[in-house]
C-alpha cells in the first residue's frame, strides 16, 4: 500500500517536495520483495530533505508503506545514524572505543568539545558541525580515527582534529585520508545511503600501506593460506522412490554435525543431578 501525492502533502511538504520524495520513495520500495524492508533507506531519504528525522519525514514514512508512524518513530529511535534534530552541515565523529581511546581517541574529543563548546550529539550555533562519540570505525590500523560525514581522517591527534573542524567552519574543502577525494554534507551523504549513488566510491585509496602490511609480508614470505579440507563425497542411502538425489554422507558419531547419539565418554556426561540446584536431591 502506498499514498498518493495529494495524501503526503498533509506532511507539510511542498508539492515538489512530495513529488521528489514520492518517485524516490517508490524506487526505493520496488527494491525489496515487501515494501516495509525499504524503511530504513526511506528514512535516509527523509533525512537527506531535513536534515534529520522530522514528524513531516515520519508521517511520509508511514504513509508511503500503510504503517504507523509509531512504528517508524520505534526504528528511527533506534538507530543512532538517524537524527531526531537538526543536524549540522558536518558530523564530526571521534571513535572512542578501546584501541582508538589508548591512542588518543579520549583527548581529541575532549579538545574537540572544548574547542567547538558542544557535547556528544551537539551541533556548533552556526549549525556547522555535530560532534559525536562513536563505536569503532573498523579502522583500527590508524587509530585514532576522526570521520566526517563518514570520511576518514587517519591518525589524528588533538591539534589536527581542531584544524580540521575550523577548515570544515570556514567552509574550506577538506581531504579525507581515504575514500573520497572530498567531503559532501550531512544531507547528500544520507540521500548516499538511501541507495542513491553520488559516483564517488571509487575516488580515493581505498586499503592504505598499514592495511596491506601483513599481505605483503605473506608475499615476501610466500605464505598461503591452508588448503580447505576435502569435501564428503555423496554416498547413496536407497535413495528416493520416486528416483531423486541420493543423500550424503553423515559425519562419523560425536563429531562436530553429527546427529546420531554420541555414547557417553566422560563421568559428566553419566553425573545425575548436575542440573540441580543446591539442596536439592539428584533424581
Not at 533506534?78 to 534534530?85: E, L, P
Not at 555414547?263 to 543431578?273: L, N, R
Amino acid at each position: 500500500m502506498t499514498a498518493d501525492p495529494q495524501a503526503a502533502t498533509k506532511t507539510g511538504y511542498d508539492a515538489d517536495t512530495v513529488a521528489s520524495l514520492t518517485a524516490d520513495a517508490t524506487a526505493i520500495m520496488a527494491r525489496y520483495p515487501d515494501p516495509r524492508s525499504g524503511l530504513l533507506p526511506m528514512l535516509h531519504l527523509v533525512q537527506s530533505v531535513d536534515g534529520y528525522v522530522s514528524r513531516d519525514g515520519i508521517l511520509f514514512c508511514a504513509e508511503m508503506l500503510g504503517i504507523t508512524a509509531a512504528e517508524v518513530s520505534a526504528v528511527a529511535t533506534f538507530y543512532t545514524q538517524y537524527k531526531r534534530h537538526p543536524n549540522g552541515t558536518y558530523t564530526v565523529g571521534v571513535c572512542t572505543n578501546t584501541l582508538c581511546a589508548v591512542m588518543g581517541g579520549d583527548a581529541i574529543f575532549d579538545e574537540l568539545s572544548d574547542h567547538l563548546g558542544v557535547g556528544h550529539d551537539e551541533t556548533t550555533d552556526d549549525g556547522a558541525i555535530t560532534l559525536e562519540r562513536i563505536e569503532c570505525n573498523a579502522a583500527c590500523d590508524y587509530a585514532p580515527v576522526v570521520m566526517v560525514n563518514w570520511e576518514f581522517f587517519d591518525n589524528q591527534t588533538p591539534e589536527t582534529a581542531t584544524a580540521l573542524a575550523d577548515q570544515l567552519r570556514l567552509g574550506e574543502d577538506v581531504v579525507p585520508t581515504r575514500g573520497a577525494a572530498s567531503v559532501c554534507s550531512f544531507k547528500q551523504m544520507s540521500r548516499v545511503l538511501a541507495g542513491f549513488p553520488d559516483g564517488r566510491a571509487d575516488e580515493g585509496t581505498g586499503a592504505g600501506e598499514p592495511t596491506l602490511a601483513g599481505l605483503k609480508i605473506a608475499r615476501e614470505r610466500g605464505w598461503t593460506a591452508p588448503e580447505a579440507p576435502s569435501r564428503v563425497e555423496p554416498v547413496e542411502t536407497g535413495g528416493a522412490p520416486d528416483g531423486g538425489a541420493v543423500g550424503q554422507a553423515s559425519p562419523p558419531v560425536g563429531t562436530p554435525g553429527s546427529s546420531a547419539e554420541r555414547k557417553p565418554a566422560t563421568s559428566s556426561d553419566t553425573e545425575t543431578g548436575k542440573d540441580k540446584k543446591p539442596g536439592e536431591d539428584a533424581k
